[in-house]
């Protein structure tokens, strides 16, 4: 026999008895935020490497570790790691800022980052996630945070834990963090290496190190109390304490954590995460901030965004699995044409529906279809000459003889 050839490391099948809980998730996305006013875009799954270098930043470890680039006619090209770097690369070049503000879209597909896979991680996952462009007011950061939870109640997960925090403007935070630079000085030989690396380059995103030793360092009494001091400028600070109001005025329970500053370079003032206590330590499910520069740092007309995305693998980990539908009906016939013309018409009238189409024996097909269906619909000799359908409901086991003409009104109440 010829070698087998295995799904590549990190990525998986979503297999048939999978999917319905995927269209689940899709379907409400569509429904949930349509509801929001905003509209689906899909974008490239692949784009030029630099799209990613200046939209996700080269200080971040998603571009410095973790994306698949590959050269086609001399252009570096890289499967995406996330998509607000895409949805803004089309925002731009479709001239969406002359539309009216606020424009929102959504999206939903496969990200690639070449991260080590473990249970809620994998290489290739998918992500839901939106973006709202053209709003500086904190009213979009409460919309925002305010339909992911209402995503998430859809799918029936109420209990989540929302975090918000300011990262204050780049004017503020530069004295913030210098502050945090000079106070782990003492403490630099004892930080893991890329805290090492992120302490000249990125010192915000040492607070987001998942390193016990690292974290250790920062509940140090003086450590921690520079990074939990307010930093933010009065403008900032308006509008986090506006954000904060509209979340208590719409019931959305949250909590302030200083460490959150996620990964990604590009966010100002509002950044939040949506977690869940049942997921381990891959226990994030939603990201998401305002990134007001992004759309100038690409080369668009300075235009203020806030979005987040959600891990759709980690929101099907939380959900209960459906149990597997049947069919409406399965036709027991030896006269594949008639089976196979009452099988046509019960699926034109919305019924799924199947018949056997290998010549197996009568008592063979009864037998599959008290497995797959919720019907049995025989059609044997003596049904086809008087034009009758002899239904069998597969769970009571009560049979009855229905007018064929009648048969789909009628089936479902044997
Ligand atoms: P984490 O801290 O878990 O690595 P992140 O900050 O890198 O998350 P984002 O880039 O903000 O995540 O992506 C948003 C969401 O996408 C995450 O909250 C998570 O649910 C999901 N996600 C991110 N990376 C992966 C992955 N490798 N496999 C599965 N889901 C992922
Ligand atoms: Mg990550």
């Known amino acids: 026999m010829a070698k087998i050839i295995n799904v590549v490391k990190g990525t998986k099948d979503i297999l048939p008895a999978d999917s319905p809980m995927w269209q689940i998730l899709e379907k409400n996305a569509l429904e949930v935020f349509s509801r929001y006013g905003y509209k689906e875009i899909r974008t490239p799954i692949f784009e030029v490497t630099e799209l990613f270098a200046r ?20 252009r570096s090209l890289t499967l995406r790691p996330e998509n607000t770097a895409g949805v803004v690369r089309s925002f731009i070049e479709n001239g969406m800022a002359r539309l009216s503000a606020p424009v ?16 809620g991680r994998q290489r290739q996952f998918h992500q839901v996630g939106v973006e709202m462009f053209g709003v500086k007011e904190p009213a979009a950061d409460a919309e925002v945070i305010l339909l992911a939870v209402n995503y998430l109640k859809s799918l029936g997960l109420n209990d989540l834990e929302v975090e918000i925090n300011s990262l204050g403007c780049p004017e503020c ?4 963090k210098n502050k945090i630079k000079a106070v782990l000085k003492p403490e630099f030989d004892n930080l893991c290496d890329d805290c090492k690396n992120r302490y000249e380059k990125n010192p915000l995103r040492l607070l987001d190190c998942k390193v016990e030793s690292c974290k250790e360092i ?6 921690k109390a520079v990074i939990q001091s307010d930093f933010i400028c009065e403008a900032c600070a308006e509008h986090y304490s506006k954000l904060k109001n509209y979340l208590d005025e719409l019931g959305i329970k949250y909590t302030e954590n200083k460490l ?4 990604l370079d590009y966010y100002n003032r509002t950044v939040f995460e949506i977690k869940s206590n049942n997921l381990g330590s891959q226990n994030a499910v939603c990201g998401g901030g305002r990134y007001d520069s992004l759309v100038r740092n690409l080369g668009g007309e300075d235009t203020p965004a806030v979005g987040w995305a959600m891990g759709m693998e980690r929101l099907i980990s939380l959900i209960p699995s459906l149990e597997a539908k049947k069919l409406d009906g399965y036709i027991v016939s030896n006269s594949p044409a ?5 099988a046509e018409e019960l699926r034109n009238a919305g019924f799924e529906v199947e018949f056997d189409l290998q010549n197996k024996k009568f008592t063979k097909q009864l037998e599959k279809a008290s497995k797959v269906a919720d019907y049995a619909l025989i059609l044997g000799e003596d049904e086809i000459k008087n034009n009758t359908v002899s239904v069998k409901n597969l769970a009571t086991s009560i049979q009855k003889s229905v007018v064929r003409a009648n048969i789909g009104s009628e089936f479902k109440n044997v």
């Open 338 to 342: 008639e089976a196979f013309k009452l």
């Open 104 to 119: 929102k879209l959504w999206y939903k597909g496969p990200m690639f980052r070449y991260e080590r896979p473990q249970a």
């Open 173 to 176: 935070r530069e004295a913030y």
């Open 218 to 223: 920062f509940e140090k009494p003086e450590i």
């Open 55 to 74: 939209g996700v930043g080269d200080t971040t470890d998603i571009v410095n570790k973790e994306m698949y680039t590959f050269e086609k006619s001399e």
């Open 260 to 263: 959150l500053v996620r990964g």
